[in-house]
């Protein structure tokens, strides 16, 4: 009987996972674990075929050697980004890995354009502001969206989805990808990313985190934007050093702030701290500016991009024990697939 241990488990994971086992895969056996997958808790996957895995969890080589070590032979992503795995040290491990590519690209986009309405609007501040019988609207005034610029950055399958989404509000839509999406050329100007954040009201990251994009928003590229601008990151924490856009939001350059993920997220996210002291001095500093808004890595979380993962995730994991090609392996034939974004990060 296959066996399959499931790490950072949250209650709509456990609940979507099992409907998918008992309909498809009902000789599976999966142990469920609320924790991250890391060193001290790689033991727990032995004599397991495969791990399950999310965004923050954390496998570097000496986690990947641990596994092969406790006799795991494949590692399933369930989520799209896979720059928390170390690719490198799985081809050389021999190990199989399989992403999620595509659940729901329509569910972070939309995502984004909530986190860009809320800020600009400020519904959050009016929601609270009206239940304590406060009608004022002092604080609340935004800007129209039609006929704004709006910048993206990656056109993949999310920023494809964005850009339709904004250009439905009537925008100009300019972005940047070394590899331009043909469908976006009737509507979409493609030009060199400093172009893009000079004349963009709002910018929108796409891109995946990979060695490349590492803290493509810093210093020197929000220097670049326009002055008010607007930035929204729901693709990966690392693409943003968090430092300069405190010491941007600070000058009133940055004229606004959306997140759904953080560099540092792993320590926080998906979990309540509500009644502890938070250590992220950085964290806890954004948390205080009235223009920026976070949310903790929830924009794929929809009833229908999390059936779309756990049904991808255990067919994923059907293709390699059957010895069948698998669609989403991330390394074909045990090589690394030389994907046209692809540099894993180091992790
Ligand atoms: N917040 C969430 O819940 C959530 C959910 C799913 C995905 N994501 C993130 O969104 C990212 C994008 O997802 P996708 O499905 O659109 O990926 P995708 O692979 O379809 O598209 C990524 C695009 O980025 C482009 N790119 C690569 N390097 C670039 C660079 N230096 N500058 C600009 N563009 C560059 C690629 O050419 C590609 O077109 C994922 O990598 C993941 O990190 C977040």
């Not at 690209?105 to 019988?133: D, S, Y």
């Not at 938070?278 to 229908?304: K, S, Y």
Request: with cysteine; aromatic share 8%.
């Amino acid at each position: 009987m296959p066996k399959l241990a499931v790490f950072s488990v949250q209650p709509h994971d456990k609940k979507f996972l099992e409907l998918v086992r008992g309909e498809k895969h009902p000789s599976l056996e999966v142990t469920y674990h609320t924790f991250a997958l890391n060193t001290e808790t790689a033991i727990l996957a032995a004599d397991n075929e495969a791990v399950c895995v999310f965004v923050n969890d954390v496998l570097n080589a000496d986690v990947l050697t641990a596994l092969v070590g406790h006799g795991v032979r494949a590692v399933l992503l369930r989520c799209a980004g896979y720059n928390n795995v170390d690719l490198v040290a799985a081809e050389a491990l021999g190990l199989f890995v399989a992403n999620v590519p595509s659940y729901s690209p329509a569910a972070v986009a939309e995502f984004a354009v909530a986190l860009i309405q809320t800020l600009n609007r400020k519904t959050h501040r009016a929601f609270n502001r009206v239940r304590e019988g406060n009608f004022n609207l002092e604080g609340l005034l935004g800007f129209t969206i039609r006929g704004k610029t709006v910048g993206i950055v990656g056109t993949g399958k999310i920023g494809v989805a964005f850009a339709h989404i904004m250009r439905g509000f009537g925008c100009r839509l300019l972005a940047y990808d070394p590899y331009p999406a043909a469908e976006l050329e009737s509507f979409v100007e493609f030009m060199e990313l400093e172009q893009v954040l000079g004349q963009s009201d709002i910018i929108s990251l796409h891109c995946p985190l990979i060695e490349s994009t590492w803290h493509i928003i810093n210093e020197k590229t929000l220097s670049q934007m326009k002055k008010g601008a607007m930035l929204v990151n729901t693709s990966r924490g690392g693409l943003i050093d968090t430092n300069a856009v405190v010491a941007s939001l600070k000058a009133q350059h940055l004229g606004g702030l959306a997140l759904d993920v953080y560099e540092a997220e792993a320590a926080v996210f998906y979990g309540d701290h509500s009644g502890e002291i938070i250590h992220d001095d950085v964290l806890m500093r954004l948390l205080t500016f009235p223009n920026v808004i976070i949310c903790g890595h929830q924009a794929f979380f929809t009833e229908e991009a999390l059936e779309e993962i756990s049904g991808t995730t255990l067919h994923n994991l059907e293709d390699f024990l059957q010895g069948q090609p698998c669609p989403n392996s991330l390394l074909k034939n045990g090589h690394l697939l030389v994907r046209r974004d692809s540099h894993p990060v180091r992790v």
